[in-house]
């Protein structure tokens, strides 16, 4: 979280394996949930490969009020990019984390649990940030429950969602949790611990 | 003293060809803004202060700290300048000169970090004695269900 002039602005990050869902969420997110009122920009802005995937982010900003801007970055899955994805994980106020509810995608998934705890130990911040979990794919025939996944990727302890980016389903509920656990945070933050 | 405006104003009053001076904290945050950008400033922000920090990874694995990056387009020329915890970008025509723009990007970023570390103080007097303005449980209810109300 930062104060730049007489604004509040929080970080949120999609994070996740490639091919997770991860702009997908935040395209929903944009075209269905974010009032037209909080949009900063028409559209998102995306910095895409020549074969159509993140090549370093996809950002949407939204003002939620006045004076508190939360920009949503939904980072790269891709581990050619790795160096790229480290470098927006400072001053992070929530994170959610995308998890391919797929049998096949477990590996994929387990690596960036890895990477994540990573993360935690070299940015402190993020031991204090929101983190939400989202089960996501569970249109598809065969995907694994919540309640399965959680305990083989050690996210049991995260609040979590079973949802589709495809359809939106448990979405809505996903991100007015995640928009109230940071506002409550920012709420509750002494005034001495902000830059 | 010169208000962080009026010093980015003045870089495009001084430089011929230059059309635009933003400034942007590390993480792409715009603090300033003079003069004409055909873009939104939030995405510009986000995008700098993203290839900033790619360089100046390059950089630190080349053992060299990263001054500045200077881009050229066909009728443009971007470049772009470190400063304590923000990046000066300035965007002049293609005849403009680098070394004038060079040299008046690191007068003002003299200036800006007097500034910014004048007011310092003020600010975080205002933040202690409560006056900034707090999220009230009214404007997070607010918020959330106006965002709820989107999706009825």
């Known amino acids: 979280m930062k104060i730049v002039n007489d604004r509040f602005y929080l970080k949120v990050l999609l994070f996740g394996s490639a091919l997770a869902g991860k702009t997908t969420t935040l395209a929903w997110l944009f075209d269905h949930l974010i009032p037209k009122d909080m949009k900063v920009t028409e559209s998102i802005h995306s910095i895409k ?39 927006f994980f400072q001053d992070v106020d929530g994170l959610f984390f995308i998890v391919d509810s797929q049998a096949k995608e477990m590996d994929h998934n387990r690596e960036f649990v890895k990477e994540f705890a990573a993360y935690r130990k070299c940015f402190p911040e993020l031991e204090n940030a929101a983190v939400v979990v989202l089960y ?23 609040p979590s969602w079973p949802v589709s980016a495809a359809t939106g389903a448990n979405l809505p509920q996903a991100f007015t949790h995640m928009v109230s656990l940071i506002l409550n945070s920012l709420k509750e933050r002494p005034a001495h611990e902000i830059q | 003293m010169l208000k962080i405006k009026d010093i980015l104003n003045g870089i495009i009053q001084r430089v011929p060809g230059v059309v635009g001076v933003i400034l942007i904290d590390i993480d792409g945050i715009p603090i300033e803004i003079a ?40 009728d443009l020329k971007l470049c772009q300048t470190s400063m304590p915890r923000g990046l000066l970008t300035i965007l002049a025509g293609k005849d403009s000169y680098l ?32 006056k900034f303005r707090w999220p009230d449980n009214q404007t997070i209810e607010d918020i959330l269900s106006r965002i709820k109300n989107e999706f009825k």
Not at chain 2, 102 to 126: C, F, H, P, W, Y
């Open chain 2, 35 to 74: 003069g004409h950008f055909d873009m939104n400033q939030e995405n510009m922000g986000a995008l700098l202060a993203t290839c900033y920090r790619s360089y100046e990874q390059v950089g630190t694995d080349l053992s060299q700290p990263l001054k500045s990056i200077i881009v050229e387009y066909e």
């Open chain 1, 136 to 158: 996501n794919k569970q249109d598809i025939p065969g995907a694994q429950r919540p309640d399965v996944l959680g305990p083989k990727l050690g996210l049991q302890d995260f």
């Open chain 2, 99 to 130: 070394g004038m723009i060079r040299l008046e990007a690191k007068r003002a970023i003299e200036a800006l970090v007097q500034n910014m570390a004048d007011t310092q103080g003020i600010r975080e007097s205002l933040m202690q004695d409560h």
């Open chain 1, 49 to 87: 490969t020549s074969f159509g995937q993140t090549l370093l982010f996809d950002f949407v900003p939204i003002q939620a009020s006045q004076n508190i801007i939360i920009r949503i970055y939904a980072l790269t899955g891709q581990d050619y990019y790795l160096s790229t994805r480290r470098m």
